[in-house]
C-alpha cells in the first residue's frame, strides 16, 4: 500500500499527521504537488514535484494510484478515479468517500460549480477545524489498523 497526497491544497496539520503515520507504520508517502514542497527526511516520506498546470498533479496520482492504495484528496473527480481503480479516498476532513457516496458527491460539486458559473456567490468550505483535524487522525488510524498487519 502506498499512500498518495493531493497536496497543493492539503493543509499543513494534515500533512504533519500523515507524516507522523507514515514513519509509525513505515508505509511510502508521496506528497505531488506542481511547487516544491518540503518533507521530513525520511526512506518513508517523498515529493513529488509535477509541472504546472490545471489538474496536473490530479492526473498523476490518478496514473499511479493502484488498488489498495489511500488517496488524501478533497478532489472529488480525482476521488472517483481513484475508487474505480479499487483505491481508498479521504478527504482532509476525516470522511473518506466510497461507491456509496461519491456519485452524489461528484452531483454536488457540479451543481456548485454551475451555480459559480452563473454567477451565485456560494463560499467556500470553513477552516479546518480541530474536529475536523481530530476526524482525519481518527480515519486514518482506523484505516491503518485494518489495512496494515501489525499496525
Known sequence: MHI??????????????LFRAAERVRVPLTLVANKLLRVP?????????????FDVADAEIARRCEAGDLVITADIPLATQVIDKGGHALNPRGEFYSNEN??????????????????????????????????????????????????
Request: hydrophobic letters at 35%; aromatic letters at 6%; proline letters at 10%.
Open 102 to 151: 461519491i456519485r452524489e458527491a461528484l452531483d454536488l460539486r457540479n451543481f456548485m460549480d454551475g451555480l459559480r458559473s452563473s454567477g451565485v456567490q456560494t463560499g467556500g468550505p470553513p477552516p479546518l477545524s480541530h474536529a475536523d483535524r481530530q476526524a482525519f487522525a481518527n480515519q486514518l488510524d482506523r484505516f491503518l489498523r485494518r489495512h496494515l498487519p501489525g499496525s
Open 4 to 17: 498518495w497526497v493531493d497536496a497543493d491544497a492539503c493543509p499543513g496539520v494534515i500533512k504533519d499527521i
Open 41 to 53: 527526511p525520511s526512506p518513508y516520506i517523498q515529493a513529488l514535484q509535477v509541472p504546472g498546470g
